[in-house]
């Protein structure tokens, strides 16, 4: 905080305090702000949850008219698939990806992200077993039916700052570049503790940056001191757009954007963070995890998972238009 001397009347000063904008973004939080950056919560959150038990760590796709998520669906241990015209309403929940004991490392199938192509959808997944985690890949001709492409993981933990944990894959195909690009999170078990980017011709072989982690928690920034993870990353007019979680200790997470011309280096974090903050007393109010945004012509639409206690739903969150902030 700066404070600056003004001179006010004859013989008097007018001490003024000029907040950071980091300062004005903590002092609004602490007074029960629930978002930032002119986002704004859908108000009869949460859109998907109550009767279905935990649903977190969604993907979406707007295609023909509707949207489709795919969502991690814990009393199942599996992905299942909802429907909606307005990404508000949602129908009946269809498993389309279930555990497979005998592979030895999907007992539990969560955080999907999906991608579709000429030649069809492909899904990357996190795989649980044996409290460690890594990431697989599967292919379908709908987005409903899917088949596994190897029966081993894409992605394992194996260079030291993944530790035990390699999870929440987000994947973009670059079609200029003919490669998949995929940033994903890795460290912990329970919470991973950074971002790391691989790249792949097939979805199946992947290279991963020796750079990584290539997005980590700022110590100096209290709401995301403590961990950064679980991004999606999307191209707007020549910047990589970064949606995070920032965790201020391990049970308490909000809602961060960030930005980079090359996807890997020089982030840029977003003044107004947090963006998306937990509701005191409310269906979120410990914690808001793992975003996903997808902008229709007119506005965002942010569909993330709030934590209240042991019970996690999921919520929407809009922005008007295509504008985040940034100068």
């Not at 996190?126 to 599967?138: D, F, K, L, N």
């Not at 757009?241 to 996807?263: C, E, K, N, T, V």
């Amino acid at each position: 905080m700066k404070t600056l001397l003004l001179n006010r009347l004859p013989g008097t000063l007018l001490l003024v305090a000029v907040l950071s904008t980091e300062s004005r973004n903590l002092a609004l939080a602490d007074e029960g702000m629930e978002t930032a950056g002119g986002w704004r919560k859908y108000e009869a959150n949460p859109v998907l949850g109550g009767s279905l038990g935990t649903c977190f760590d969604v993907a979406l796709l707007r295609e023909a008219g509707k949207y489709r998520m795919w969502f991690s669906w814990r009393p199942k241990q599996s992905v299942a698939l909802v429907e909606s015209t307005d990404g508000i309403h949602w129908g009946q929940p269809e498993i389309v990806l279930r555990p497979k004991q005998a592979t030895d490392w999907e007992a539990d199938i969560n955080r999907p992200v999906v991608v579709r192509r000429s030649d069809g959808y492909h899904m990357w997944y996190t795989g649980q077993a044996r409290s460690q985690s890594w990431i697989g890949y599967a292919r379908s001709p709908d987005g409903r039916t899917w088949q596994r492409v190897s029966n081993k993981p894409v992605i394992s933990p194996d260079v030291p700052w993944e530790k035990v944990a390699v999870m929440c894959p987000h994947v973009i195909w670059d079609e200029a570049a003919h490669l998949f690009r995929m940033w994903y999170s890795g460290g912990e078990q329970y919470e991973p503790d950074a971002i790391g980017y691989a790249t792949s011709t097939d979805g199946l072989a992947w290279t991963k940056a020796s750079a990584n982690p290539v997005f980590k928690s700022n110590p100096d920034i209290p709401w995301e001191k403590h961990k950064v993870t679980a991004c999606q990353v999307e191209k707007q007019e020549g910047w990589y757009l970064m949606f995070y979680i920032g965790f201020r200790d391990i049970d308490h997470a909000q809602i961060g954007i960030a930005r980079s011309r090359d996807g890997i280096s020089n982030w840029e974090r977003l003044p107004a963070n947090p963006v998306i903050r937990p509701g005191e007393n409310k269906w979120d109010h410990d914690a808001c995890y793992k975003p996903f945004a997808i902008f229709d012509g007119a506005k965002w639409l942010l569909w993330y998972n709030g934590r209240h206690g042991g019970v996690e739903q999921i919520g929407l969150a809009y922005h008007d238009g295509p504008g985040l902030g940034f100068k």
